[in-house]
T-cell receptor, first 114, second 112 residues
Framework: AQKITQTQPGMFVQEKEAVTLDCTYDTSDPSYGLFWYKQPSSGEMIFLIYQGSYDQQNATEGRYSLNFQKARKSANLVISASQLGDSAMYFCAMRMDSNYQLIWGAGTKLIIKP | NAGVTQTPKFQVLKTGQSMTLQCAQDMNHEYMSWYRQDPGMGLRLIHYSVGAGITDQGEVPNGYNVSRSTTEDFPLRLLSAAPSQTSVYFC???????????FGDGTRLSIL
C-alpha cells in the first residue's frame, strides 16, 4: 500500500541555519511525483516544490531543495538559511501516475528560533 | 485573481443537520478535490473530480456527496452531520495530475 512517513513531529532550528525535513515513501508504482507543502499558522496550504520519479536532477526552488534518493525512497526537503517566517507545518505528499489521489504525510512542525 | 474560493470559512452544525460546503475556482482547472484535515494527521482525500460530470471517491468518502456540473464549482454535501465530521475542510484544484494543487483557505466545521 502507498504510504508517506514523516518521522519528525517537531523541530527547533536556529535562524539562518539550514534544516532538513525527512520524508520517506512506499509505493510499487514506477511513476510517481512528490510534493512539499507549507502550512503556516494562518492555515493556508502553500506549494513549495515538486519532484518527479524520473527527474534526473534534484528539484530546487529558491531556498528550497529536494534531496531525492530513489533507491532509499526518500524525498527530504532542505531549507537553506532558515528565516523566522519558515516556522510552519510542512507536509510531504505523493501522487502515483496510476491514479489522481495524493497521499499525505502527517507533517512536521518547524519552529525557527531567533 | 481569486484562485480557489471556499465558503463558509466557519460553520457550526448540530448532529443530523445537512449542509453544503462551496468551492469555486476561476483558473479553468479540470482537477478538483476535497480533503479533510484532522489534528495530528495529514490531509485525507474525500472525493475528487477530473472534469465536469466526473467524480470519484477518495480515501474517506462516507457521509459526503459531491457533484461537478461545471468546471468552476465543486460543492461538498454533508448528508447527516456527525461529530466525527468535525474537521477543517480544504478544496483544491490543479490544471493536470502532474501540476501542484492550489488550495482554498479552508472551512472550519464543528458538529455538536
Amino acid at each position: 500500500a502507498q504510504k508517506i512517513t514523516q518521522t519528525q513531529p517537531g523541530m527547533f532550528v536556529q535562524e539562518k541555519e539550514a534544516v532538513t525535513l525527512d520524508c520517506t515513501y512506499d509505493t510499487s508504482d514506477p511513476s510517481y511525483g512528490l510534493f512539499w507543502y507549507k502550512q503556516p499558522s494562518s492555515g493556508e496550504m502553500i506549494f513549495l516544490i515538486y519532484q518527479g520519479s524520473y527527474d534526473q536532477q534534484n528539484a530546487t526552488e529558491g531556498r528550497y531543495s529536494l534531496n531525492f534518493q530513489k533507491a532509499r525512497k526518500s524525498a527530504n526537503l532542505v531549507i537553506s538559511a532558515s528565516q523566522l517566517g519558515d516556522s510552519a507545518m510542512y507536509f510531504c505528499a505523493m501522487r502515483m501516475d496510476s491514479n489522481y489521489q495524493l497521499i499525505w504525510g502527517a507533517g512536521t512542525k518547524l519552529i525557527i528560533k531567533p | 485573481n481569486a484562485g480557489v474560493t471556499q465558503t463558509p470559512k466557519f460553520q457550526v452544525l448540530k448532529t443530523g443537520q445537512s449542509m453544503t460546503l462551496q468551492c469555486a475556482q476561476d483558473m479553468n482547472h479540470e482537477y478538483m478535490s476535497w480533503y479533510r484535515q484532522d489534528p495530528g494527521m495529514g490531509l485525507r482525500l474525500i472525493h475528487y473530480s477530473v472534469g465536469a460530470g466526473i467524480t470519484d471517491q477518495g480515501e474517506v468518502p462516507n457521509g459526503y456527496n459531491v457533484s461537478r456540473s461545471t468546471t468552476e464549482d465543486f460543492p461538498l454535501r454533508l448528508l447527516s452531520a456527525a461529530p466525527s465530521q468535525t474537521s477543517v475542510y480544504f478544496c483544491a484544484s490543479s490544471y493536470s495530475r502532474n501540476q501542484p494543487q492550489h488550495f482554498g483557505d479552508g472551512t472550519r466545521l464543528s458538529i455538536l
